[in-house]
């Protein structure tokens, strides 16, 4: 029997294959715009949406539209950060990044297709519009400059030594919490939105979120120094780029101790509200996985 969490993910793949059948011009715009958004990944973004949706009443036809929407935004935000000017990774997800297969060019104006592909989507979700403000402004603010825009700012500035006199400690945790776990936190809460939490169980979902988006760029940071370059679907570039991680500034073991001790606090959070079981699995899975 298939489990709650592969069954969301399957949901969410079937939807992204629909929205990549809509006749685009030029042709090879709608290609590139769902090569990445199709590459297959995780999916942990989607189902925590779809996981705290289901905590509070909204059922599966509810949160789709938004689970869809948040692996847009995050394919987008993937386009960018291979790109030379960026990170310069030729692969991701075991695939040639987007930009070698459609060039530069393309692959930077399709990320921001994605990007107001996005809200488009959510405009569509069949919840009421209150709902939807709430989400977009949640979203808009987490995957932009209140979050994983910031981030990854301060990840590039660092990378290139334009940020001297800065603590590389603070400068690490500020780039975690920015550019990968807000995101992650805005996936929580834009599900629970979809249904009817509280606002104590909503304020305890983002601290889940947060914590959780942490020890998950941890784990990343991790196994991009102990992890097999197969299973990760990508090259180990951290060291290359110069970039500020977990084991370079705490050392590998402390690394992985801070992240499970952020999975414990993630679960703590929600761990007696009704029908968090999905969401403590995703969080324990956020830092057993090897990829």
């Given amino acids: 029997m298939m ?22 011009f030029p042709p090879i715009f709608q290609e590139a715009l769902f090569y990445t958004p199709k590459s297959g990944g995780k999916r942990i973004r989607a189902m925590l949406v779809m996981c705290a949706a289901d905590m509070f009443g909204a059922d599966e036809t509810k949160s789709l539209h938004i689970a869809s929407a948040i692996e847009l935004m995050h394919a987008y935000s993937l386009i960018h ?14 695939k040639p990044a987007n930009h070698k297969v459609y060039g530069e060019d ?16 959510i405009a569509d979700a069949p919840i009421d519009d209150a709902r939807k403000v709430k989400i977009v402004k949640w979203l808009s603010n987490n995957a932009g ?21 800065h603590s590389h400690k ?33 304020d305890r979902l983002a601290k889940y979120g947060l914590y959780a988006g942490v020890a998950f760029q941890i784990i990343d940071d991790y196994l991009d120094v102990v992890g097999d370059e197969e299973k990760l679907g990508k090259k180990k570039v951290d060291e290359i780029n110069n970039t500020l991680t977990y084991p370079k500034v705490y050392g590998l073991k402390r690394s992985y101790d801070i992240a499970q001790k952020l999975k414990d ?4 959070q929600i761990k007696d509200i009704k029908g968090s079981k999905e969401l403590i699995d995703i969080a324990k899975l956020i830092v057993e996985r090897d990829r």
């Fill in 170 to 202: 603070k400068l690490v945790n500020f780039i975690h919490k920015h550019k990968t776990a807000k995101l992650i936190q805005a996936s929580v809460v834009c599900g629970a939105i979809c249904g009817n939490p509280d606002d104590v169980q909503l």
């Fill in 3 to 24: 489990s709650k969490l592969s069954h969301y993910k399957e949901l969410v793949d079937n939807f992204i294959n629909e929205l990549a059948q809509i006749k685009r």
């Fill in 265 to 268: 606090m993630a679960i703590l």
């Fill in 106 to 121: 393309l692959a930077l104006l399709v990320g921001d297709g994605l990007n107001t592909y996005t809200f488009n989507v």
């Fill in 81 to 94: 950060d291979d790109l030379p000017v960026m990170d310069n990774d030729d692969f991701r997800r075991g």
């Fill in 145 to 165: 400059i209140g979050g994983m825009v910031v981030g990854q700012v301060v990840d590039v500035l660092s990378s290139r030594d334009r940020l001297k006199g």
